[in-house]
């Protein structure tokens, strides 16, 4: 049965063993003060899937505001905080941490054939600092919200009259905690591998979340200071970003973008990672270029350092270093293209399983090539001063953000929510819900990228009736995507009140996270995993033990 | 080596005095532990330098675009009371490596001695920067009590930053100086007083006889923040105090 690990049995029937770690302490303080990474893990997806539910709401609110030229609910001062409200919870709340925090957390440690996370107590207050942002965020609406973009352009953060500093905080924290995590993935991937599991044996997940362990530990302090300036400089007037006190207002661009750049590969890099898991394991097949998509995520990583300047292409720098940002930012696109094909490579011929986590896969797959395609044509300079901040920046981000990130994300849930919780979810539904959700994302975008390239301007509350054709079926598409999501939740919860038994090994999957019971027991392997195979080798799997009932 | 947690890697304690070590039950061997928590500092340790990049960048950016104001701001900074708080941060970090140096021998009182020196070298530091502070504050080149007044829209004033010696009439925004000293010593400060309270968190383990040559990773890593802090400052000591 096994390729990776010697023979373990993962069933044991003798009463009194030990039971999995979802059932063997019970109360509130069991979970609150875990140290498991898979409990951390557990309580990470239940908070990001929930402020992600708010950032939803958040961008529906914005599209039927946006139902009639004029604007249909708003006042446009409401409507700005509103759009701002969707932009920081998404970003800041939910795409950053989510997978790490929630995925991250459940499986890298399985996969290392680890029995927790190198630095646990780390872990445990990543989460809490997560949680602390996310009451700081929702205080910061009470306050009086936010109309800044989720961006905190300066001089506009400095002077508005709402709660920046609030928020500034929250950011301040939600950093840490994405250090913090990065930080304890990283001395996990070097020092808790199990026997025999070389780098080259990893899984590609694990290779993705390393690289952006890096990207969350050397970008993030630079947003932390930056975040702390803007308060500063609202509470005490520094002068560092204000052109009333000899500030530079763009310098704040430059310390932004140069997180937030990294940030956007923060946010898709694990996302790759998951592909990689499921476009394998739903192809049963040996991902195609291994060691490509392996290095490709580090390069990605260090040249993403490299191309923040192409936000800032009508801030005023100079042309030279426009023109080293515009190429490095068409540079980028190669590694991300190698992995692109490398899945692609990796279905043809295999034994195709259309399961919910491939579907989802296949829709990552196409529409991570529009929004990866749009990104090289914003990468040109010409055509980005016609561009810049348009609706085409605004779908193609969304391309990025919302159908590749957030669609990996659901493959990934999908994947491994049998692992985790030893359920099963309505399959019929889940793949209804994948279709909605991929025919209500593009009704919802592609609209936006016609409207942007005919020059309708983002952030903007009312728009001229030429486009209003486009905004209400962009409106539509939101609601259709919308009710997609909310069947997703739908199924999910109910499969867990349901509780049918999921099978051991739900997929066929040969890493060391299938290795394990499922849901598995407190420290992961009931003992220590040897790898003697090369990772992703299915020439051995034998799915008739593999896929018993969990007991 | 257990997998069900009934029993756990421990290293002895070298003699009466001291407390046997338990490694961590995700740890198989001690060497493993001491490595994860070790990259992981020297990880944290890259975070604070990035943290305070941003500072050095916006420094060095404001240095550039008005290097008459950095140059007459310099000049108002006593460089004796920065080079006094250089020594005593040098001699400081010497104290803390030797504070670690005989945790490592299990000498019990020279480590309680070194770390003590090492908390009264911070407090010595801190001391100087309160007079530093305070002559500032009485030229009216950091108002204290006047930091959080918000700006004079009206005046085109700022209530922090009077100049009564119009010592910085002659330049453009010389607030802007004072402001990145204030902002850079400030942090650093609160750096110093961590530290402090860390190397204290230590004495205390010390005391109950926590850490000796089997165990002393803890000693071992706040003496690296402390070598740390020790470093930032002695980057900022030239840049604010020497350059002009």
Known sequence: MTTNVPVIDAHPTVPGLPKNYLNCSRGFMS??????????????????????????????????????????????EKYNQIFTLHGAFMVFLFVIPAIPGALGNMVLPLMLGAKDVALPRLNLLSFYLWLSGA??????????????????????????????????????????????????????????????LTWFRMPLFVWAIYATAILQVLATPVLGITVLLV????????????????????????????????????????????ISETVSVHSRKPLFGYKLIAFSSLAIAIISFLVWGHHMFTS?????????????????????????FSWVATIWKGSIALNSPMLYTLAFLIIFAIGGLTGVILGALNVDLHLHDTYFVVAHFHYVMMGSIALAFFAGLHHWWPKMFGVIYDETLAKIACGIIFVG????????????????????????????????????????????????????VASLLQRKPAMENQWGGVTLDWQTPTPPPLENFYAPPKVTHEVYDYSTLDLKTLQRPVS | MS???????????????????????????????????KLGFWLFLATEILLFGGLFAAYFYYHDLYPETFREGGRLLSWKLGALNTSVLLASSWTMAMGVRSAQTSQKKKTLIFCGLTVLGAAAFMVVKFFEYKSKHDHGLVIFTELFSGYDEAAKQLPWFKDYDGAMANVPHGHMFFAIYLTMTAIHGIHVLIG??????????????????????????????????DLIWIFLFPLLYLVP
């Open chain 1, 31 to 76: 979970w609150a003060g875990t140290l498991d990474h898979k409990r951390i893990g557990i309580m990470y997806l239940i908070g990001t899937l929930l402020t992600f539910l708010a950032g939803g709401v958040f961008a529906l609110l914005v599209r039927l505001h946006l139902w009639e030229p004029h604007g249909m609910l708003f006042t446009n």
């Open chain 1, 135 to 196: 009451v700081l965020a929702t205080l910061a609406i009470v306050l009086g919200g936010f109309d800044t973009g989720w961006t905190f352009y300066a001089p506009y953060s400095l002077y508005t009259n709402q709660a920046v500093v609030t928020i500034g905080l929250a950011i301040f924290l939600l950093g840490f905690s994405s250090i913090f995590t990065g930080l304890n993935f990283i001395v996990t991937t070097h020092k808790l591998r199990a026997a025999g």
């Open chain 1, 231 to 274: 308060a500063f400089e609202r509470l005490y007037h520094i002068g560092i970003f204000d052109p009333r006190l000899g500030g530079d207002p763009v310098l704040f661009e430059h310390f932004f973008w140069f997180y937030s750049h990294p940030a956007v590969y923060i946010m898709v890099l694990p996302a790759f990672g998951i």
């Open chain 1, 316 to 340: 005023g720098q100079s042309t030279y270093a426009m023109f080293a940002f515009s190429f490095l930012t068409f540079f980028v696109a190669i590694p991300t293209a190698i992995k692109e």
């Open chain 1, 441 to 492: 994302f593009n009704i919802t975008f592609v609209p936006q990228f016609i409207m942007g390239s005919q020059g309708m301007p983002r952030r903007y509350a009312t728009y001229v009736d030429e486009f209003h054709g486009y905004h209400q079926v962009s409106t539509i598409g939101a609601m259709i995507l919308g009710s997609g999501v909310a069947l997703m939740v739908y199924y999910l």
């Open chain 2, 3 to 37: 997998h069900d947690g009934h029993h756990s890697v421990v290293i002895p304690a070298p003699g009466p005095e001291f407390v046997p070590h338990t490694v961590a039950h995700h740890f198989d061997t001690p060497v493993q532990e001491f490595q994860s928590l």
């Open chain 2, 196 to 229: 402090a309270g860390l190397i204290l968190w230590i004495m205390k383990g010390t005391a109950k006889g926590r850490f000796h040559a089997g165990y002393y990773l803890p000693v071992d890593l706040v003496g690296l923040y402390w070598h740390l802090v």
